[in-house]
C-alpha cells in the first residue's frame, strides 16, 4: 500500500482545509494531487462520507471516480497481449496428461477449458469458434 493510501480522512481533511485558506480566488480549481487523495480514501471510506467530509461536488467526485476505474481497465487491456502456443499432437497426447487454460475475448466473453487426449486440428477448431461466435 502506498503512502497516500495510507492516510485517514482527517489528514487528507486538513489537506484540503489548508489549499482551501491559501488559494487566491474562490474559483481555482482542486488540485489532481488533492483529488487523487481524496479517491485514495475510496478503500477505507464510502463515496458518500468522503464527499461529506471533503466538502466535495458530489458530480465531479464521481466523475472522477468513473474515469479512475476506466483508466484502470485500460491499463489491465494494454497489459493483456497475444501467446502463441505451439502445440503438436505428440505432445498433446504422451508428455501432458492435461492442458488449462482461460481465454478473454476484447468483450469479456471468457472460455476455460481442461483439455485432456485432444488433438492439435481439434484445439484448433474450438478456438476458431470461440473467437469467431463466442459460446452461447
Not at 504422451?94 to 477449458?113: A, H, R, T, V
Amino acid at each position: 500500500m502506498s503512502k497516500e493510501s495510507a492516510k485517514c480522512i482527517d489528514e487528507v481533511k486538513i489537506l484540503f482545509d489548508n489549499w482551501r485558506k491559501t488559494r487566491k480566488t474562490q474559483r481555482v480549481r482542486i488540485p489532481e494531487n488533492l483529488w487523487q487523495e481524496a479517491i485514495n480514501l475510496l478503500d477505507r471510506y464510502s463515496a458518500f462520507e468522503i464527499i461529506k467530509e471533503l466538502h466535495l461536488n458530489n458530480t465531479n467526485f464521481r466523475e472522477r471516480i468513473q474515469k479512475q476505474k476506466a483508466k484502470k481497465k485500460s491499463k489491465v487491456k494494454e497489459s493483456k497481449s497475444f501467446i502463441q502456443l505451439h502445440l503438436d499432437d505428440k505432445n498433446i497426447n504422451s508428455q501432458l496428461s492435461s492442458i488449462n487454460f482461460q481465454l478473454e475475448k476484447p468483450d469479456g466473453c471468457k472460455l476455460k477449458m481442461e483439455l485432456q487426449s485432444i488433438s492439435k486440428n481439434e484445439i484448433h477448431e474450438i478456438l476458431q469458434i470461440f473467437m469467431k461466435e463466442g459460446v452461447k
